[in-house]
């Protein structure tokens, strides 16, 4: 499967961004979808994740309330919507897709199989 992210940009704190994840092949909901991001000088991080099957939804602690993940079988893709952005959002975020995942797992960058390419978000003033 390829992924392709993009949607990113920057915006001021407080504002929105929707970003896209575009799936090709199969529809979104034969795996699990997750949001990963990578601030400068840290390391990837689980942003949000949706399952294939039964579409449970996981998110970070730091971005519950605020992101919201849904999927649209029908134009293949998976959305993450970012309210009420925070300077700490900014990295570059990347979509990717696991065969399965285990629910205690859904954060670990290791558990996908498969990677698109990152879209910059830059929050600031």
């Known amino acids: 499967v390829q992924l392709q992210a993009s949607g990113g940009g920057l915006v001021q704190p407080g504002g929105s961004l929707r970003l896209t994840c575009a799936t090709s092949g199969v529809t979104p909901d034969h795996y699990a979808t997750g949001w990963f991001r990578q601030a400068p000088g840290k390391e990837r991080e689980g942003v949000s994740c949706?399952?294939?099957?039964?579409?449970?939804?996981f998110y970070a602690d730091s971005v519950k309330g605020r992101f919201t993940i849904t999927r649209d079988n029908a134009k293949k893709t998976v959305y993450l919507q970012m309210d009420s952005l925070k300077p700490e959002d900014t990295g570059v975020y990347y979509c990717?897709?696991?065969?399965?995942?285990?629910?205690?797992?859904?954060?670990?960058?290791?558990?996908?199989?498969?990677w698109g390419q990152g879209t910059l978000v830059t929050v600031s003033s």
């Open positions: 949706i399952t294939n099957d039964d579409g449970m939804i």
């Open positions: 990717a897709a696991a065969n399965w995942i285990v629910e205690g797992l859904w954060d670990l960058a290791r558990e996908y199989n498969y």
